[in-house]
């Protein structure tokens, strides 16, 4: 499998009313934040352009979203199993944040793990470059 090339990976929550799918490298780079919400969750995700996601079916009844601090991110979970399998993130609002581990077995080949200081918000996001991860590449 060329990790490159863009293919289309499936996932969702735990009780499986939420169900996407997303297309993005087999080989994705993948960011651990250490935010107040991120640490507490565990949360490790990829970015993708917003253009690349798409809900399924009827999950969007199951969705509840939370939001703090600048309110900028929208966590949006499960109202059935509350796992947050996707969200909109503060540093990506034209993007998807995908949590890797709620991505069906078979079409991840490699994680690549990068931190994200979250709880230095501001430094991190000039530092990592992360922004552009919701940008199309042409």
């Excluded at 969702?12 to 080989?27: L, N, Q």
């Excluded at 581990?101 to 430094?123: L, P, Q, R, Y």
Aim: aromatic share 10%.
């Amino acid at each position: 499998m060329d990790s490159s090339k863009n293919v289309v990976h499936s996932g969702g929550c735990h009780c499986r009313k939420v169900r996407w799918k997303v297309e993005a490298p087999s080989s994705v780079v993948a960011w651990k934040c250490d935010c107040s919400n991120c640490f507490m969750r565990g949360n490790t995700h990829f970015i993708v352009p917003a253009e690349k996601f798409e809900l399924l079916g009827d999950s969007e009844q199951f969705l509840t979203t939370y939001t703090f601090g600048t309110h900028s991110a929208k966590h949006t979970f499960c109202k059935i199993c509350g796992i947050t399998s996707f969200y909109v993130p503060r540093s990506n609002q034209d993007g998807i944040a995908v949590t890797v581990m709620c991505v069906d077995k078979g079409t991840i080949a490699h994680v690549e793990i990068k931190n994200f200081d979250g709880k230095n918000w501001e430094s991190s996001y000039g530092e990592t470059g992360i922004a552009s991860c919701s940008k199309l590449q042409k």
